[in-house]
């Protein structure tokens, strides 16, 4: 493995531990005291992972649970219930402040009501859960 | 009491506002130059009240016009990107209709922009930011008191 497989490969794990789509490179490499090779590896989904994902969240499964309206959770995160609604309806990504709010009201960790990926529906979570005691959501 | 409206209901009573305004205006200097007969005094009276009305309901109820004149401490977060937008929109729709009446005007020679234009041109003004929140707003609920 050469140097800038090397590197490429360290880019990777890196990119892979903080879980994102984002590996872009601009690399500058020295070969030896009087080369350097600029490396740009690639440039997948750097444009994608710049644009907003979208949101998906449980606030609405969670509100039923808790036999709340809109409005009550609303002033208790102080937000506009309207917020809630685009919320539920997943047309507006909160901010950390206020995903940590709901995640703080529901007392639940925020990886279990929000996430990049739509969540599977309870049934299905529930067997997943039952064939597998020892693993988690 | 409160009640639910669809997107579609708010933007028919925002462009009756709207339209309200241009007929105001129309029908001011058609009956100004005519001597204000009978018919075009009625219909201008008609035509203030859908005015006022279609403004209420548009603005005043949904609490958009408060929405967008409020402080930033009383809006959240989502509001405040809404308002944001809407101002940002409101400025260049607002710049591109001031262009083109100074323009028009100029060009036909007319005489100058007048008082009652530049009362149009301030509702307009006024009205924008709040018009186009509420051109986008889903699930609107007007506050009747």
Redesign the interface.
């Known amino acids: 493995m050469n140097e800038a497989e090397r590197i490429e490969e360290k880019f990777k794990k890196m990119c892979n531990f903080y879980n994102n789509t984002l590996y872009i490179y601009n690399m500058m490499l020295y070969l030896d005291n009087s080369n350097y090779v600029k490396e740009t590896i690639k440039l997948q989904g750097l444009q994608k992972y710049m644009e907003s994902r979208k949101l998906y969240n449980r606030i609405a499964v969670l509100r039923m649970e808790k036999n709340i309206s809109r409005k009550e959770l609303a002033q208790s995160i102080g937000v506009n219930f309207q917020t809630i609604g685009y919320l539920e309806r997943e047309e507006y990504n909160p901010s950390l402040d206020l995903a940590f709010k709901i995640s703080d009201y529901f007392e639940l960790p925020i990886e279990f009501i929000f996430s990049t990926k739509p969540f599977k529906p309870l049934s299905e979570e529930l067997k997943e859960l039952k064939n597998n005691p020892k693993g988690g959501i | 009491m409160e009640r639910k409206y669809s997107t579609r209901q708010n933007r028919i009573w925002i462009a009756t506002n709207y339209l309200c305004l241009v007929l105001v205006l129309t029908l001011f200097y058609i009956g100004k130059s005519l001597d204000w007969p009978l018919g075009i005094s009625v219909f201008e009276i008609v035509i203030l009240t859908v005015f006022f009305i279609s403004f209420r309901r548009a603005f005043i109820l949904t609490n958009f016009w408060q929405m967008v004149h409020s402080s930033k401490k009383s809006l959240?977060?989502?509001?405040m990107e809404v308002v944001l937008n809407a101002l940002k929109n409101s400025y260049t729709i607002f710049t591109v209709v001031c262009l083109v009446i100074i323009y028009g005007f100029a060009l036909v020679q007319k005489d100058p922009v007048d008082v009652v234009i530049a009362a149009g041109l301030l509702y307009l003004a006024h009205t924008l930011p709040a018009a186009i929140v509420g051109w986008y707003?889903?699930?609107i609920?007007m506050e009747y008191e």
């Open positions: 959240d977060e989502r509001e707003e889903k699930n609920v």
